[in-house]
């Protein structure tokens, strides 16, 4: 069975090539600068700000008031009450090791321009709450001492700062920000002094997670390409600062064919989104990827959304994902006093509990090599083959497209072996009548 302790203690293969240049996109060192983010499958998301308070989405109100009840002086006024006593970095990263989460992107800033950090360069922070303490270092110190990957979201567009808009206006008139006013180049000079920071000051920074929103291209992502792998060469950043960079995010929905590298050309949204193309790449066209998920329908904390997305639907979220060679960040927003509602709780223990069982399935795994089937999911690592089974037949499981010989099947939870039959190109699988356990069955297939 899966030792969990086990792989913990080991982790999975850490890319430490902090003296080697950044490798170039497409060669095989770039394969090992990713290798732990493949590897890990499953990161925790988390939208945290004084936004929290009003149970509305972070920065949106602002940005669009017509859908929000609240004003953009009261939005403003929110850091003066934000206190959150409860904060305990600890328990965010127990919740997400019991979720079988391997890595954390936290929201240092988000596009309303506040920092949940003690930046030199603005007012507009968290050590400028009542509660004082720079959140991020606690969560970062933390990180470091309880060997958690912890990433940092950050937000391009910045509706506080006055280089990137006219902040005498409202911010529903201009949060696209005005890259053609001459104030524009301090705005990307502050940009450069807070990635600095966060790049410095809070030790190992596994990825950077922009989000550009509309017209990327304004932000000279370049320049912050440069910077961070100056900085800290290791560090992954997504696609949202109008380069492609390490990976694509699809956010809200999981892609049906597998992303290949000319999304790089074509635009991620426009090529992972559609129906199933079919087909499995080669290592060399796959295109990194990671969806970003709520567990509601909300990435801030929001006491007024209940719909809650069940366990069976998140644990095969993580599969659905897994079997086309992505990874699953799945969002948690917590409280503003810190705690987290028990709602995400049960589902991350949940999930947890089919991890601990059926993580080897996950961890490490890449695209299997069937797809588009409705009954079942396949992942690949080495020579097995991991068939995810979510409609249990009638009759035997029938198999199309598993060439290599079978040396032998098992249910992955409970080791009970897995009678089949293996010709003209098709394998049975006959599984027990009672389907252990809950939520996905995962049946292990050893080939030669
Ligand atoms: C969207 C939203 C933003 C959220 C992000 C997460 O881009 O604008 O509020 O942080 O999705 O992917």
Not at 81 to 109: C, S, W
Not at 127 to 132: A, Q
Not at 334 to 358: K, S, V
Not at 425 to 437: F, H, K, Y
């Amino acid at each position: 069975m899966f030792d969990r302790r086990r792989f913990l203690q080991t982790g999975v293969a850490t890319a430490s090539l902090p003296f080697l240049p950044r490798p170039a996109f497409g060669s095989t060192l770039e394969d090992e600068h990713t290798a732990w983010f493949r590897e890990a499958k499953f990161g925790m998301f988390i939208h945290w700000g004084p936004y929290s308070l009003r149970s509305v989405e972070a920065s949106w109100p602002i940005m669009q008031p017509g859908n929000w009840q609240i004003s953009e002086a009261e939005y403003r006024a929110l850091p003066q009450r934000f206190n959150p006593v409860h904060y305990d970095p600890d328990h965010f990263i127990d919740l997400a090791r019991t979720a079988g989460q391997e890595y954390m992107v936290f929201t240092t800033k988000h596009h309303d321009g506040f920092c949940m950090f003690d930046s030199s360069y603005t007012d507009y922070k968290i050590t400028n709450t009542p509660y004082k303490k720079d959140i991020v270092k606690q969560l970062s110190d933390a990180c470091a001492r309880r060997n958690m990957k912890l990433g940092f979201y950050y937000s391009p567009p910045d509706l506080h700062h006055p280089g990137f808009r006219d902040t005498t206006k409202l911010a529903r008139d201009n949060w696209n920000g005005q890259p053609e006013r001459p104030e524009w180049s301090s705005y990307l000079a502050y940009m450069q002094l807070q990635l600095t920071e966060l790049l410095t000051r809070y030790g190992d920074v596994r990825v950077v997670w922009f989000d550009g929103l509309n017209h990327q291209e304004k932000y000279d992502g370049q320049r912050f390409l440069d910077l961070i792998h100056k900085l800290q060469p290791p560090t992954l950043i997504n696609d949202r600062i109008g380069l492609t960079a390490d990976y694509v995010t699809p956010e809200q929905f999981i892609p049906k064919s597998i992303p290949t590298k000319d999304v790089r050309m074509r635009g991620a949204d426009s090529s992972i989104q559609g129906e199933f193309k079919g087909g499995v790449p080669s290592s060399a066209d796959f295109q990194l990827w990671e969806t970003c998920m709520t567990i509601n329908e909300t990435w801030a904390y929001n006491i007024h959304d209940t719909k809650f997305k069940s366990t069976q639907d998140l644990v095969r979220g993580l599969v659905e994902v897994t079997s086309r060679g992505g990874n699953f960040l799945l969002n948690i927003g917590p409280q503003p006093d810190g705690l987290i509602q028990p709602e995400f709780q049960e589902r991350l223990q949940g999930i947890g509990e089919w991890m601990a069982l059926n993580g080897e399935s996950i961890y490490g795994t890449t695209f299997g090599p069937i797809q588009g089937e409705v009954a079942y999911r396949t992942t690949t690592k080495r020579n097995d083959i991991f068939v995810h089974v979510f409609d249990c037949p009638s009759g035997p499981l029938q198999i199309k497209g598993i060439k290599p010989k079978i040396q032998s099947a098992h249910m992955l939870a409970t080791g009970q072996p897995i009678t089949f039959q293996q010709a003209d190109g098709e394998v049975r699988l006959t599984l027990p009548a009672q389907a252990p356990g809950k939520h996905v069955h995962v049946i292990r297939v050893i080939t030669s």
